[in-house]
């Protein structure tokens, strides 16, 4: 492999590693901060896709980002209102959103499960035709990718930090203390569903237009991947830190992610073996917290087994 198809490679998993950690971050607010899982994300990312692909389709690629996100926070809303008002449980409440948006998806698709955007004027074509003769021309893509990236992570590093901000982040900790404080948990379960969505959302419609189609399975596995790469992110640096520094480890935990997958589809790899690969990458990064603290443990038998071996 020489030195352009490696720095192809690299250019390739910083694009989809940067557009598919605007999910990771989605899963940063609602799984890391406010202690919710939320499985519709697989549905949602695809709403966020077809709604943008739809938009951009009609004549109004810059108004198909703004379209995308709000339909994340009506998905959002819908699976928090299932949760907080409706007495279903959360994990429950998802599959079940996730379920619906299927149909839904297809029907804002015009009963299809293609939509082509080869020869349509979205996000990308523009910046492309903006960032023409000069030296960023050949990375619009990263660019995009990495000012919606950049924009998230300071929203987050900002709004974590207000009073309904704190206030989320105490409800995922401990929700009885922040009842008995007199503030209304459903509320910030509410919110914070519907700014988590708003960024998966972002993220499919990114992902559509990168790729030029949107199609009815594009967001299947989202979930997990966001998941392994939240935990991939969490290993990197100590959960101690700040919002800000989680949040980019959160980022570069995606990057790494599609690092590793992009370099086995260069391999030659066959199609039907990369699902077993996104499934080890998952293994690894849930299980590498736990085997780290067992670690010192096996260290610590190994070394006493050498004693009574030597005595």
Do not use: W
Not at 17 to 37: A, E, K, Q, W
Not at 151 to 159: D, G, K, M, P, Q
Not at 273 to 290: E, G
């Amino acid at each position: 492999m020489d030195v352009s198809s490696v720095l192809s490679l690299l250019q390739t998993a910083a694009e989809l590693g940067l557009i598919s950690s605007l999910t990771v971050l989605s899963l940063f607010l609602s799984y890391s901060m406010l202690n919710v899982c939320d499985l519709s994300t697989d549905g949602c990312f695809t709403l966020g896709a077809v709604v943008g692909a739809m938009v951009a389709a009609s004549g109004h690629p810059l108004l198909s980002i703004p379209a995308a996100m709000c339909a994340g926070i009506l998905s959002g809303f819908i699976t928090a209102f299932l949760q907080t008002k409706m007495g279903i449980d959360s994990l429950l409440a998802g599959i079940i959103v996730n379920t619906g948006l299927y149909s839904i998806n297809i029907a804002v698709m015009g009963n299809t499960s293609l939509v082509n955007l080869n020869f349509t004027e979205t996000i990308f074509t523009k910046v492309k035709a903006a960032l023409e003769n000069t030296p960023l021309a050949g990375q619009y893509k990263l660019v995009i990718a990495a000012v919606a990236v950049l924009l998230v992570v300071l929203f987050l590093s900002f709004f974590l930090k207000t009073n309904l901000g704190l206030a989320l982040r105490a409800t995922g900790n401990n929700p009885d203390m922040v009842r008995s404080s007199s503030i209304n948990t459903s509320k910030i379960i509410i919110i914070g569903l519907c700014i988590s969505n708003s960024f998966t959302a972002l993220s499919g419609c990114l992902l559509a237009q990168s790729q030029g189609s949107a199609n009815i399975d594009m967001g299947t596995g989202m979930v997990t991947i966001a998941l392994a790469s939240l935990l991939i992110g969490g290993i990197l640096f100590s959960k101690r830190k700040s919002v800000a520094v989680r949040a980019v480890c959160a980022v570069l935990g995606a990057v790494i992610f599609r690092l590793v997958y992009t370099a086995a589809l260069r391999f030659n790899m066959p199609a039907y073996m990369l699902k077993l690969v996104s499934s080890v990458i998952v293994i690894i990064a849930i299980s590498a917290p736990y085997l780290k603290k067992q670690f010192p443990k096996i260290k610590r038998r190994l070394e006493l087994r050498r004693k009574k071996e030597a005595a």
